[in-house]
């Protein structure tokens, strides 16, 4: 695949239909994690025109910084803390439609005002990073079509990620 994106779906549903195969076919063709991520990073916000999208990877006990297509992000996140925190330790994809209503969300910032964190496992189940996407525009995800659609993408990502055996 050329690194461009053909996709003339308007709506939302559509245009995730358009660009999964074209992700995986992206994705296919280049063994490395970082770039992977990246590429993958640039494809979400170029199809959907959010404000912020990006990894956190699992280090130890905190969340590093990944790469990410917006605004300078924070750079450490710990276990537990903000959205990002929270999707891990729960793992589980978080929907927050209004970030200034989530107890302990952090502003990384003041432009985001809904969010959604996806966890991204490696290929033996383990969270090894979280997918999170802000928006600029209040309620902007929903759980019926954004997190499935999502978590289904993240999938292709499982077999990049080395296994590890630490805690």
Known sequence: MAEEL?????????????LYPQLAALLSSEPLLLPNLANFAAALRQTFGFFWVGFYLVEGGELILGPFQGDIACTRICRGRGVCGTAWVEDRTLVVPDVEA?????????????????????ASGRVVAVLDIDSDELDDFTAELDAPEL?????LLSPLFPLRDDT
């Open 151 to 155: 978590e289904r993408y993240v999938r």
């Open 6 to 18: 053909k996709l003339s779906g308007i709506d939302r549903r559509t245009r995730y239909e358009e």
């Open 102 to 122: 989530f107890p302990g969300h952090i502003a990384c910032s003041s432009a985001s005002r809904s969010e959604i964190v996806v966890p991204v496992h490696d």
